[in-house]
């Protein structure tokens, strides 16, 4: 079956714009999750959706940053009033339940996001 | 907190020779996964290979295996037959049973020479 798709693959925008990055999970994956990965560093969480529970936000770095799972299934990820900061590129991943706790997370492409 | 140290930035190997990446992590808990995934220029990650703490043996998958020594808390992966495919970043990764997000290391860039 299909992997995690995302969207749009690379985002050029100018600082101080609002962004919208979208995340498709695997089909019947409940789990889906956020990082983002700067230059020459390692992926940093910023969120973690599992069914219909509240999400953990704990790692987004500012009130900038939101993100909502309509259905259980699909992801959007908005950055208001962009910062330079804020270039990276931003990778999903889904998993199954965390009933499963042992199960890997499955990535996208990512969506490399330049600030200019 | 949970933290995973990569403290090699990058390594080369000749094509068909061995390499091992080493990777350290730190936690207080005791039941907790580990992993390590591969991310080419494509940008994916990809997941080479997993280790539940609560199993002595040693994960393999083909030409990859692990080698995990829980009281020094080392999680190495050793590549065999090196090849050319095998050029990516290398990521080390951590999770506990009770926390679902995954703690990543910064990574080391393999390089794999014809």
């Known amino acids: 079956g299909a992997g995690v798709s995302q969207s749009p693959s690379n985002k050029v925008t100018e600082k101080g714009k609002d962004v919208e990055l979208r995340c498709d999970p695997i089909?019947?994956?409940?789990?889906l999750y956020w990082y983002r990965q700067s230059l020459g560093q390692g992926l940093e969480f910023l969120i973690y959706f599992q069914g219909n529970s509240a999400p953990d936000k704990s790692g987004l770095p500012s009130d900038r940053f939101s993100a909502e799972r309509t259905g259980g299934s699909v992801s959007t990820l908005t950055i208001q009033r962009t910062q330079q900061e804020d270039s990276a590129v931003y990778l999903c991943?889904?998993?199954?339940?965390?009933?499963?706790?042992?199960?890997?997370?499955?990535f996208g492409d990512g969506t490399r996001l330049s600030i200019l | 907190a949970q933290t995973v140290t990569q403290s090699q930035p990058e390594m080369s190997v000749q094509e068909a020779e061995t390499v091992t990446l080493s990777c350290t992590y730190d936690t207080s808990e005791s039941n907790y996964y580990l992993f390590w995934y591969k991310q080419p220029p494509s940008r994916q990650m990809i997941l080479v290979i997993r280790?539940?703490?609560?199993?002595?043996q040693n994960a393999t998958e083909n030409r990859f295996s692990v080698n995990f020594q829980k009281a020094a808390k080392s999680f190495s992966l050793k590549i065999s037959d090196s090849q050319l495919g095998d050029t990516a970043m290398y990521f080390c990764?951590?999770?506990?049973?009770?926390?679902?997000?995954?703690?990543f290391g910064k990574g080391i860039t393999l390089s794999v020479r014809p």
């Open positions: 089909s019947g994956h409940t789990a």
């Open positions: 990764a951590f999770k506990t049973g009770a926390n679902s997000k995954l703690t």
């Open positions: 280790q539940e703490a609560y199993k002595q």
């Open positions: 991943a889904s998993s199954l339940s965390r009933d499963t706790p042992g199960q890997p997370q499955h």
